[in-house]
Nanobody
């Protein structure tokens, strides 16, 4: 069974930075498509960024140029570097893994973590 554990969230002022991490265990991390999703209070979950097993990345328009997704297969760890944070980035951020190609919907993923809270103050 694959386990995903997010960390690195917290409270930051607008314009600041955070780096989220997701530690994976129990599976073959290097073969998974990985993603970060987020859910703000009262809103639906949305994809933030994805990275394929070969390193191809994709981002939602609202974070392009500010967020960077990366992976370290030797450490079984996924990252999300978040710069120039805005109050609208406030959400619970989840790490997800897909044994297939992933996608833009939560249902495309097989495993997910409990989330880490990011709060951006204005």
């Amino acid at each position: 069974q694959v386990q995903l554990v997010e960390s690195g969230g917290g409270l930051v002022q607008a314009g600041g930075s955070l780096r989220l991490s997701c530690a994976a265990s129990g599976g073959t991390f290097s073969t998974y498509t990985m993603a970060w999703f987020r859910q703000a209070p009262g809103k639906e979950r949305e994809p933030v960024a994805t990275i394929s097993w070969v390193g191809s990345t994709g981002y939602v328009d609202s974070v392009k140029g500010r967020f960077t997704i990366s992976r370290d297969n030797a450490k079984n760890t996924l990252y999300l570097q978040m710069n120039s944070l805005r109050p609208e980035d406030t959400a619970l951020y989840y790490c997800l893994a897909s044994r297939a190609g992933g996608g833009s919907r939560w249902s495309h993923y097989d495993y997910w973590g409990q989330g880490t809270q990011v709060t951006v103050s204005s």
